[in-house]
């Protein structure tokens, strides 16, 4: 297992498109997040899936965005109608609910989308 | 709702030589866990070091270690022996039960 996996890893699109992003976690991790980050900023917290229910949304959210995760594996992030404003990379993460990594989070290497 | 502070942008070190990142975030909970992250130029982010509030020993990794004082709600991580392969942006992220929130990063510069 080489760690988490995201892809694509750039997207541009023109405003008013639709976009999916795909996340494939470690295999053994049940948890899995999505987080957003813009130019010189920290990454932001969007959404937690513990295997395939989704428990918590962030505000950041918009009814726009929708995130699954189908039988507690890979996850996607899909964006209905872009703006220009959600031109950010876009980071996922995973980890174990337990154990002596509990709660150490590993990321992938981003999805960078750009909204012309 | 939880907070996490980095006050310096960046932060310039000579080869081999020690550096100190700075770190404050605020909560009310009391049992959480602190990391500092690590992420080069356009690459994914890597954990560096993790503190679990109920420790009162310092973390350690190698060249990398903390100074976590609870009560100040500080977290700061020292580099010692800095080396050019240092320079990245770093993170502190805080975390309660799963989610981390994340400072906005202090940007490292590695001076040969």
């Known amino acids: 297992d080489t760690g988490v996996s995201q892809d694509p890893r750039h997207k541009i699109t023109k405003r008013g498109q639709n976009v999916t992003f795909r996340c494939d976690p470690i295999?053994?991790?049940?948890?899995l997040y999505w987080y957003r980050q813009t130019l010189g900023q920290g990454p932001e917290f969007l959404t937690y899936f513990q295997n395939e229910a989704q428990l918590e949304k962030s505000r950041l959210l918009s009814d726009r965005f929708s995130a699954e995760r189908p039988k507690g594996s890979f996850s996607t992030l899909e964006i209905q109608r872009t703006e220009q404003g959600d031109s950010a990379m876009y980071l996922c993460?995973?980890?174990?609910?337990?154990?002596?990594?509990?709660?150490?989070?590993?990321f992938g290497p981003g999805t960078r989308l750009t909204v012309l | 709702a939880q907070t996490v502070t980095q006050s310096q942008p960046e932060m310039s070190v000579q080869e081999a030589e020690t550096v100190t990142l700075s770190c404050t975030y605020d909560?009310?909970?009391?049992?959480?866990?602190l990391f500092w992250y690590k992420q080069p130029p356009s690459r994914q982010m890597i954990l560096v070091i993790r503190?679990?509030?109920?420790?009162?020993q310092n973390a350690t990794e190698n060249r990398f270690s903390v100074n976590f004082q609870k009560a100040a709600k500080s977290f700061s991580l020292k580099i010692s022996d800095s080396q050019l392969g240092d320079a990245a942006m770093y993170f502190c992220a805080f975390s309660g039960t799963y989610k981390y929130i994340f400072g906005t990063g202090t940007r490292l510069k590695v001076l040969a």
């Open positions: 503190q679990e509030a109920y420790k009162q």
């Open positions: 295999s053994e991790h049940n948890r």
């Open positions: 993460a995973s980890s174990q609910a337990q154990g002596v990594a509990y709660n150490e989070q590993f």
């Open positions: 909560t009310s909970e009391s049992d959480y866990y």
